[in-house]
């Protein structure tokens, strides 16, 4: 079996522990050829340097972990197709769900992150040839320092905004939710 094939094995996962206001990116490596490899099953953590196993709340100065997706366009024809962002603490804990186009996707947990990128071997024609995968950004910022607010909801003590029912997102500047 040559799947993955190892150029997609250098990009397609990864452990990060950030320290204080450190940033970076990653993406499904679609960069470039259009799409996304077929049949990827790929996983990003994304933790505090000096986060401890199991600790629920983001220790004393840390701020919250944010994750966005500035571009996310997954083969909408496929259920098959997806990126999910979990607390890798409690696995079944699902903190967002995407599908399809999404736009001004993001996520804030006060704890680590885990994003998993799963897609299946079924390809459509992209007869318009349109760029389909997606780029995800990560940083640290508390909700009391995002210039962005909580919008119509309140930024907790834990730094993470608590929205209304019905809105969600970073600010709770969406009106849906993010597929949990």
Known sequence: NNWPP?????????VV?????QSGTFSDGHLGRG???PRSDCEWVISHQMHLEGLEEVAPGLSPLV???PFLFLEPM??????????????????ASFRGLVVGGAIRHAGPLAVSFQ???LR???SMELEMGFEARYLQMSCHDDPRGCGA???????????????SGVDCGLEHCLGT
């Open 124 to 126: 459509r024609l992209n």
């Open 67 to 69: 994750v966005e997706f």
């Open 153 to 167: 909801g309140q930024c907790g003590d834990d730094g993470v905004c608590v929205c209304p029912e019905g809105r």
């Open 35 to 37: 799409q996304y490899a």
């Open 78 to 95: 496929s259920e098959l197709d997806f990126v999910r962002v979990v607390d890798p603490n409690a696995p079944h804990r699902l903190l």
């Open 119 to 121: 897609s299946s071997m």
């Open 6 to 14: 190892p150029e997609l094995a250098k990009y397609c996962s990864g």
């Open 17 to 21: 522990q950030l320290s204080s206001n």
